[in-house]
């Protein structure tokens, strides 16, 4: 069974940083994209970044690009998600996502608010 | 980037009724890239359908989805009291993946 267990949220000022981590099992980590989705309070969702099986490829949405930093060990079995800088907009649920066979599997989320 | 548009925004019914809720696309998707969720409050979305139309497991098939191209429809044949909530598409073709806005079922 795919299992995606997000962990690193809470609270943090603006202009801080925080590392989120994606703990995965139930399939081969090391041979799929993966990626980070937030939700801010009461919105939509939206996507953030996401990562090549390998690593070498990263994409990144505009309003995170120069600040988060999406990286992975696959000996780990692992996803993480660097934020720095962090502002109020920046305060959502994050997600981690993985397409397995052409299906969606998802993490239940972890918390993060930038608030002084 | 592939823009979801989801239609209506929201949608009053009562239980029983038939529920057909849509999603365009600003460009062709590949029908084994669309998915629908259900969202609740303090829940993380659920997957209904992936692929267009292929049920997630455990998912009543009072839920179906159809569609190609451009236009998808996520259907509830019978609205149960459970039903009532947020539904979002998404499309996964190739990064960026995106998500309509949503479309709340709310009770008449």
């Known amino acids: 069974e795919v299992q995606l267990v997000e962990s690193g949220g809470g609270l943090v000022q603006p202009g801080g940083s925080l590392r989120l981590s994606c703990a995965a099992s139930?399939?081969?980590?090391?041979?799929?994209?993966i990626h980070w989705v937030r939700q801010p309070p009461g919105e939509g969702l939206v996507w953030v970044s996401c990562i090549s099986s390998d690593g070498r490829s990263t994409s990144y949405a505009d309003s995170v690009r120069g600040r988060f930093t999406i990286s992975r060990d696959n000996a780990r079995n692992t996803l993480y998600l660097q934020m720095n800088s962090l502002r109020a907009e920046d305060t959502a649920v994050y997600y981690c996502?993985?397409?397995?066979?052409?299906?969606?599997?998802w993490g239940q989320g972890t918390l993060v608010t930038v608030s002084s | 980037e592939i823009v979801l548009t989801q239609s209506p925004g929201t949608l009053s019914l009562s239980p029983g009724e038939r529920a057909t809720l849509s999603c365009r696309a600003s460009q062709s998707v590949s029908s084994s890239k669309l998915a629908w969720y259900q969202q609740k409050p303090g829940q993380a979305p659920r997957l209904l359908i992936y692929g267009a139309s292929s049920r997630a497991t455990g998912i009543p098939d009072r839920f179906s989805g159809s569609g190609s191209g451009t236009d998808f429809t996520l259907t509830i044949s019978r609205l149960e009291p459970e039903d009532f909530a947020v539904y979002y598409c998404?499309?996964?073709?190739?990064?960026?993946?995106?998500f309509g806005g949503g479309t709340k079922v709310e009770i008449k």
């Open positions: 998404q499309q996964y073709v190739s990064p960026p993946v995106t």
């Open positions: 996502l993985v397409f397995n066979s052409g299906q969606p599997y």
């Open positions: 139930g399939f081969t980590f090391s041979t799929y994209w």
